[in-house]
């Protein structure tokens, strides 16, 4: 019964595991496959639709920093205008009336505008912040790229787990099937007791149930796999492989300084540059204070004062002129403020950093800790297999010569398929806190 409730909790955890607001694309050219892991976080990168998003991000700040450089171009606009005085403005100076053009008449002109900034800081320091922004941007999807990775890991040995405890479970009940056949054949014959054949009969019943128990875990576990790697419930794939084939692989984690050690983690990453984004905001709030020059050339051809509407047939005159505009900020309070409020969004970020760095080297050293401890368990745990097998063969034999009894002979099936499930469950446990480990650390073992 300790199994059967193990089995049916381990398919709880695995449901309550899944997104269910997760969208999932349909591939029908993969149809049935082997899977394997490095495929399998291969398909998830391809198409889970969170990292072409994050890479639409990095898209979208590279064409910022392409505006950003822009503002230092030239700018030309082109102006035509056409107006009609129906009655025209006139002054009164000491009797005599003075009036500003004909009634009646027509203007027409089109002029040029070459505007050119010759000393523009703001705009220099934006192109600069535009640059860190993209830096963060690429950031950010290498981290949604670890993450993807970190989950899909996880679920693959999740699935291993689930498929190598289906795998303890069937074989659990074909013996406590073959079991129960052999003891109703002998209490059909007299040779047991019922009270034997009903305690054959509830320990098969018992681990059919728990078969089933597993089957649904299989399931849920293969399904959350499908949903992180992208495609749809209906596409079939097999997992030839098993926990068991990781044994051999299972080492100490190395300890090195903490420093180095998160220098690829990606959350530190952000902040740094979140940092930097900070420091060349503020030099960019200093530039409020600064002087801006910029020229701007115009050339026009006007008429004026014709009688008709006929554009055309005007007679234009050209002109032109050239300007130099210097802007010299005095006082603007305001300016004050932005730069106090980003002294201290520095001073919350280097806090906010540092915070961080504590925790994920306490998570590290946590990782590292939880894989020793895994290691010794595999061991133990793998002896207690071997230990627990030979106590079925002999509970098997002092039951056939009436030695022993079927209590004796359930309880050592019960050991045995325990220590099983304890075996693979501590290797899962050692590959999850090793995926673990290696997303906190920043590893890009598996990207592209």
Same mark, same amino acid.
């Given at each position: ?5 193990l ?6 955890? $695995? @449901?309550s ?11 029908a ?14 398909? @998830? ?8 998003? @994050? ?6 700040k ?6 950003a ?13 056409f ?45 600069? $912040? ?68 009903i ?38 794939f ?35 540059y ?62 004050w403020t ?64 009436g ?21 693979v ?5 050692y590959?999850?806190n ?15």
């Amino acid at each position: 019964m300790k199994v059967k409730k193990l089995l049916m909790a381990y398919g709880i955890l $695995l @449901a309550s595991t899944l997104n269910a607001g997760a969208q999932v694309q349909s591939d029908a050219s993969l149809g049935t496959m082997s899977l394997t892991l490095e495929k399998a976080i291969g398909i @998830a990168l391809d198409e889970n639709p969170t990292i072409r998003v @994050a890479d639409r991000d990095v898209e979208l700040k590279k064409i910022a920093d392409s505006e950003a450089w822009q503002a230092l171009l030239p700018t030309l606009d082109a102006t035509l205008s056409f107006s009609h005085s129906i009655k025209v403005a006139e002054m009164k100076i000491g009797g005599n009336k003075i009036k500003f053009g004909q009634d009646g008449s027509s203007t027409a002109t089109g002029a040029l505008a070459l505007n050119l900034p010759v000393f523009a800081p703001a705009v220099y320091q934006n192109m600069k $912040l535009t640059k860190e922004d993209v830096l963060l941007a690429q950031e950010k999807a290498r981290s949604s790229r670890l993450d993807l990775v970190n989950q899909v890991t996880k679920a693959y040995y999740s699935a291993l787990l689930a498929q190598d405890s289906y795998a303890v479970m069937q074989k659990s009940y074909n013996t406590s099937k073959e079991n129960f056949d052999v003891v109703n054949s002998k209490y059909k014959v007299g040779s047991v007791s019922e009270y034997d054949k009903i305690s054959a009969e509830v320990q098969m019943r018992s681990m059919n149930s728990s078969l089933v128990s597993a089957q649904t875990g299989l399931n849920l576990a293969m399904l959350q796999l499908k949903v992180l790697m992208g495609v749809t419930a209906d596409v079939a794939f097999v997992i030839d492989d098993s926990l068991k084939r990781y044994e051999s692989g299972l080492a100490l984690p190395q300890s090195e300084a903490a420093g180095y050690e998160l220098e690829r983690n990606s959350s530190l990453l952000q902040l740094d540059y979140n940092m930097k984004l900070l420091e060349r905001t503020r030099k960019l709030l200093k530039t409020n204070f600064l002087p801006t020059v910029g020229i701007q050339l115009t050339g026009q051809y006007q008429s004026v004062s014709n009688p008709d509407w006929n554009v055309f047939g005007y007679s234009y005159s050209p002109s032109a002129s050239i300007a130099f505009a210097v802007n010299i900020p005095i006082f603007h309070a305001d300016n004050w403020t932005k730069l106090k409020s980003n002294r201290v969004r520095i001073a919350q970020l280097e806090d906010t950093r540092l915070d961080t760095e504590r925790k994920l080297s306490m998570a590290v050293e946590s990782y590292k800790q939880n894989m020793a401890s895994t290691i010794a368990q595999v061991e133990s745990n793998s002896e207690a297999v071997k230990q627990a097998g030979k106590a079925v063969q002999i509970s098997g034999k002092r039951y056939e010569v009436g030695r022993g009894t079927i209590l004796e002979l359930n309880q050592s099936e019960t050991a045995l398929t325990q220590a099983e499930l304890t075996y693979v469950q501590s290797i899962y446990d050692y590959l999850t806190n090793k995926a673990d480990l290696d997303y906190t650390l920043g590893r890009e073992t598996y990207l592209k």
